[in-house]
């Protein structure tokens, strides 16, 4: 079977996790801050706190946020379960916003007529996750603007498009959003195994997430409420988890990043055979500019395809070998969300995206061969 997705993995990866086995430290060691660092430097934000997923990343930038009980965040309706779960985790309600069918990525206009809704009915969102889907960046400074007039949070789920650029800026940058959220998963851009990142330019939700991600514990004198009772103390001030990232996996993602514009080139230069040679009726996703797509997933269309239709295309590819995907299946779909009450008809958009939509292999290694594979058993069908 031809994946849809494959990590790269070469000497100096192995080399990295090797020299971290045989250090002094396996975790809470130099690498992980090292890891941090070389992110946020390359996104030009000026925080970063790595954790071990993108999941653990999202629900530590809704904590810093406040949000909790009784408040709301809002999410697009086509993205994976975790940018919506989030907001779950700290008790909140979750809605979700429709998207452009053409793009798969929130609509602006859709976003503007909701909040103009929420404003009248006193149910405004206090954060929107906004999903940057395949690695295709949402329009970060329209999106603030939007957002910043009902007093909205914004958090970037970027687990696709580390890598990919917003205008000149690369995704990281944070200049229009509180939290940038990144994931080190086998199948995104660069991976550390499991693990994620949250980016920010603000010094209390940096404080606020790091202090989360390790027990809620400080070493901080000035932080502790009731002082130091001796340079041994440690004060937890609030619950907080443990999810920590490893050294381990820190050094494999430290020396993926060397390798992030190699990996983006190659997904690019992947995407434009693709979408040259795509036979008819298939179209590519609507990408504005492919030099700023990361190309996390290379997604091909069909105006007017049935779920029936797509089903029996999708089998018949899987036993060909051919390793095509679905993202995704829309979250108000999803029998927990329809349980608390979300109908999959109000997003027509949504609705009409997961029909038409289907995910084509991409990986840094694939061959000419497995991509003429794939062209030619579309084109058979
Ligand atoms: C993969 C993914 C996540 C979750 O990432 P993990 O690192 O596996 O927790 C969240 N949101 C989106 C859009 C993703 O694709």
Redesign the pocket.
């Known amino acids: 079977m031809i994946p849809y997705g494959r990590q790269h993995i070469d000497d100096s990866d192995i080399k990295a996790v090797v020299d971290v086995l045989q250090s002094d430290f396996l975790t809470q060691g130099p690498v992980v801050p090292r890891f941090e660092a070389a992110v946020a430097s390359y996104c030009q934000a000026r925080f970063a706190v790595a954790v ?7 629900h530590l930038a809704c904590l810093a946020l406040g949000l909790g009980p009784g408040d709301r965040l809002w999410t697009s309706a086509i ?5 919506a779960n989030c907001g779950r985790y700290c008790g909140a309600d979750v809605d979700f916003v429709d998207v452009d069918p053409a793009t798969g990525n929130l609509s602006l206009a859709a976003l503007s007529d909701k909040l103009q809704q929420a404003a009248k009915h006193g149910t405004l969102p206090k954060i929107l996750v906004a ?3 395949a690695g295709q960046s949402l329009n970060m400074q329209k999106l603030a603007a939007i957002c910043s007039q009902y007093n909205v949070k914004i958090i970037e ?4 498009a580390i890598g990919a650029k917003d205008g000149e800026q690369a995704v990281g940058h944070c200049s229009y959003s509180d939290v940038c ?5 086998p ?2 851009p660069i991976t550390s195994g ?3 990142m949250a980016l920010t330019n603000s010094p209390a939700l940096y404080q606020q997430m790091q202090q989360l991600r390790s027990h809620g514990i400080t070493r901080e004198a000035d932080k502790m409420p009731f002082g130091s009772d001796g340079d041994w103390y440690y004060a937890m001030t609030e619950l907080g988890f443990n999810f920590r990232m490893t050294d381990l996996s820190a050094a494999l993602g430290l020396s993926q990043l060397n390798k992030l514009p190699d990996f983006m080139a190659r997904r690019q230069a992947l995407a434009k055979i693709y979408d040259d040679a795509l036979p008819s009726p298939w179209q590519p996703l609507y990408i504005a500019q492919p030099s700023h797509c990361s190309y ?1 997933l290379y997604v091909i269309q069909q105006p007017g395809l049935a779920l029936a239709e797509k089903a029996r295309l999708f089998k018949a590819l899987r036993e060909q070998g051919i390793g095509v995907n679905l ?2 299946v829309p979250i108000p779909n999803q029998p927990y969300y329809q349980n608390l009450g979300q109908q999959p008809a109000a997003y027509p958009g949504a609705q009409r995206y997961y029909r038409e939509s289907l995910t084509l292999p991409l990986f840094v290694d694939m061959s000419g061969d497995q991509q003429q594979q794939v062209l030619e058993a579309l084109a058979r069908l």
């Open positions: 071990n997923s993108a999941t653990s990343a999202l993205s994976f379960v975790a940018s999903v940057h889907l789920d970027a687990s696709h959220v990144f994931s080190f998963h199948v995104k499991e693990g994620g996390h993202h995704y």
